[in-house]
């Protein structure tokens, strides 16, 4: 199946993509709204500011795919492959990724508010000034990411690995570090008020 393919199909109302090969696939500025792409294959596939609200991507292959300023808000994209993906400026409030694999994924500036990003893995991910207010970070792997001005507040990091992570300026308001090991983290100039910090490590970084 091509783009045009999907899009005529999508057109007649049918929403029921699983499985499709859409590698490389230009995408981009369409309506996929209420689309099941679950366990589809979109790596390298251009989807920037394509509308994919309340999407099925579940277990899908978005390896480096480009997804700059595309709706995500309400998308389901458990256990999805997005490592070195473009996200800058996506919009992906309110959307489950849990356990999803976000490698080296670069979500500058993109809206988290609420997200399920549970067990996800964020290794070497930009989040410079992402708004990740209220998201659900716990057992996620946040080592190396660079959160510099990000507003984690009233999130919850509960047993998250933040190993030499960037927080530099970054907001945690009322945010739960439960369990957290922040020995390694740089915390400069960061806002934690109201913070919880029950049974987390707080060594200073050397």
């Known amino acids: ?20 090969n859409l590698h490389t696939a230009s995408l981009s500025e369409v309506c996929l ?9 979109l790596a390298n596939a251009i989807l920037s500011q394509a509308i994919l609200r309340q999407a099925n991507l579940s277990e899908a292959n978005l390896t480096a795919a480009s997804l700059w300023r595309t709706d995500l808000q309400g998308a389901t994209l458990t256990w999805a ?11 992906v409030s309110h ?8 490698i080296k994924t670069d979500l500058r500036l993109s809206d ?14 930009d989040l410079r000034y992402a708004n990740l207010f209220g998201a659900n970070l716990s057992g996620a ?22 190993d030499r992570a960037i927080l530099t300026r970054t907001t945690l308001l009322s945010a739960n570090l439960t369990g957290v ?3 390694q983290t740089d915390l400069r ?18």
């Open 1 to 20: 199946m091509n783009a045009d393919q999907l899009l005529e199909r999508y057109a007649t109302g049918e929403r029921e993509f699983s499985q499709a």
């Open 33 to 41: 709204a209420n689309i099941n792409l679950a366990r589809s294959d």
């Open 112 to 125: 988290l508010r609420y997200a399920d990003l549970t067990g996800a893995n964020l290794t070497g991910a």
């Open 95 to 102: 959307a489950t990724l849990l356990k999803a694999s976000l």
């Open 141 to 162: 792997n946040l080592s190396r990411a660079d959160l510099t001005g990000a507003n984690l507040s009233k999130a919850n990091l509960t047993g998250a690995c933040i």
């Open 189 to 206: 100039r960061a806002t934690l008020t109201d913070a919880i910090f029950s049974t987390a490590d707080l060594t200073p970084q050397r």
């Open 181 to 183: 090991d922040l020995t």
């Open 81 to 91: 492959t997005l490592n070195r993906s473009n996200l800058i400026r996506a919009r």
